[in-house]
């Protein structure tokens, strides 16, 4: 099923050590590749943003080569931090990867399906 999903969200423990973090992105990323999935699906979510510091996050994003990607988002499912914009992140690449199927009048039921 993840080979016909238009978005795939990557939820990275962004508080795992650097060897954990590492470990576990790595064979997440070698099982998306093996069963076909193409890196331009994938939104890379970075949750519990709220037990670190931006500069942390950053230098965590870089051990991950993340830091120029434009589908990564810092969030904290605890505090809903950024969740909005995560939102808006994927209602972004919907319409942008299918306009037809997601007309701008369309746009307030994508909202209302995934919630304030």
Request: aromatic share 6%.
């Amino acid at each position: 099923e993840l080979t016909y999903s238009d978005i795939i969200i990557l939820v990275i423990d962004i508080s795992d050590s650097q060897l954990e973090l590492k470990k576990k992105f790595a064979s997440c990323m070698r099982t998306l590749d093996e069963l076909g999935v193409k890196k331009e699906k994938i939104i890379y979510t970075l949750n519990k943003s709220d037990l670190m510091r931006e500069d942390q996050i950053n230098y965590k994003k870089e051990l991950l080569n993340l830091i120029e990607n434009e589908k990564v988002i810092s969030v904290s499912s605890k505090t809903g931090e950024n969740i909005k914009e995560l939102k808006k992140l994927i209602e972004n690449i919907l319409i942008n990867q299918n306009p037809y199927r997601y007309k701008k009048n369309e746009q307030k039921g994508v909202t209302e399906k995934f919630g304030n």
